[in-house]
């Protein structure tokens, strides 16, 4: 991988950590899987990470190897605050400095899509983020047609999630998809 390339896809998950943070989320590993799947989503790939539908719903072992050199070369850290939880990802106090500044231009251009998935899922934790980020893969990823086809499928696959759990999932993916659709729009077409 061009090393260019790997400091900027470094920095729009920094900038991605720095806004689930800053709008309260715990973030943990998991987490910030499946709000860069959103934001890989919602920005038509331009993220540049693959994801599988695996253990915990969307994931991208590319991903959690860039999570892990951004630990080695101490642009991140996992901080255990709490034994019962998972640890959660702090950036370094330098690390915004360093990348950002240099290495930006990927987190500028996603900016509308990392605020608006940041601001989305705040409030999540990991039960809630595996249910929206399969709804979203059988929604957008693997498209499957209507409510209840994509409600049966997630239950197929995530035999843990109740069906009054996928239809919530399905029925809020939905709307985060038809939220962003108004605010992405070129200002003409939101007119017409």
Known sequence: MNTTLAFDKQAAILRLILQLRENGNWCGKTVVQKAAYFVEIL?????????????????????ADTM???????????????????????????A??????KYGGLAEQLEREINFVANKLADCGIAAVERLSTAL????????????????K?????????????????????????????ISQPKEHQAA
């Open 43 to 63: 920005s038509g790939h331009r993220f540049g990470f693959d994801f599988v539908l695996y253990k915990h719903g969307p994931y991208s072992f590319d991903l």
């Open 154 to 182: 997630i239950r197929e696959v995530k035999p843990h999630i109740s069906e009054v759990d996928a239809a919530n999932a399905v029925a809020q993916v939905d709307k985060i998809l038809e939220e962003w659709s108004a």
């Open 68 to 94: 892990g050199v951004m630990n080695s070369l101490e642009y991140i850290k996992f901080e255990v605050s709490h034994p019962q939880y998972g640890p959660r990802i702090k950036p370094l106090d330098d």
């Open 137 to 152: 893969f059988f929604t957008r990823q693997e498209p499957i047609q209507g409510t209840e086809s994509r409600i049966l």
């Open 96 to 101: 915004p400095d360093i990348l950002l500044k």
